[in-house]
């Protein structure tokens, strides 16, 4: 019973292609919707992802899924995309692309904490709370998300917070 999940040889697979493109990786899944099935995935990278990105990875990513027999002779649709506002920030990376951003960071001790990012690196990131700079380690995160916020960010009040 050695061999790898569906999902697991999903990854291994497209990991690289997605890289090539200058993406990350960052989720599969596949899921039944009526007699198909969907795999969903999901890339990103600093700066975003913009359409012709999404069309460069589908092809790729296409070309890939063809060569190997990962999906089987059933049919499937593809779908690729970038995370949601709603992702878990779990990576260093997905800290950094957040940058600017409003978060709620849970923390392992169960304490939340609630700021705009101003910096992130490989170790941990920092926080403005309420006025205050708070650097918090990743080892001491369990995961943060985005807030969603109706103003634009050049709206809020202070010059360069």
């Known amino acids: ?14 990991e690289p292609v997605v ?3 200058g993406l990350d990786l960052e989720d599969i899944t596949v899921t039944q919707a009526g007699r198909r099935r969907v795999l969903r995935v999901i890339v990103d990278r600093d700066g975003g992802v913009s359409l012709d990105d999404v069309a460069d990875v589908s092809q790729a990513v296409s070309a890939a899924l063809d060569d190997d027999d990962a999906m089987g002779q059933a049919a499937y649709t593809l779908e690729v995309s970038s995370p949601g506002v709603d992702r878990p920030l779990t990576e260093p990376r997905h800290w950094r692309r957040a940058a600017r951003r ?4 849970e923390l392992r001790d169960g304490t939340v904490v609630e700021g705009r990012i101003t910096a992130a690196d490989d170790a ?3 926080l403005d709370v309420e006025g205050a700079p708070r650097r918090l380690e ?12 109706f103003r634009r960010i050049d709206d809020v009040d202070g010059d360069e917070g």
């Open 1 to 14: 019973m050695g061999s790898a999940s569906p999902r697991d040889h999903l990854m291994k697979l497209l």
């Open 19 to 21: 890289g090539a493109e």
């Open 102 to 105: 409003l978060v709620k960071a």
């Open 124 to 126: 941990g990131v920092e």
């Open 138 to 149: 990743y080892e001491d995160l369990a995961r943060g998300r985005v807030q969603v916020e």
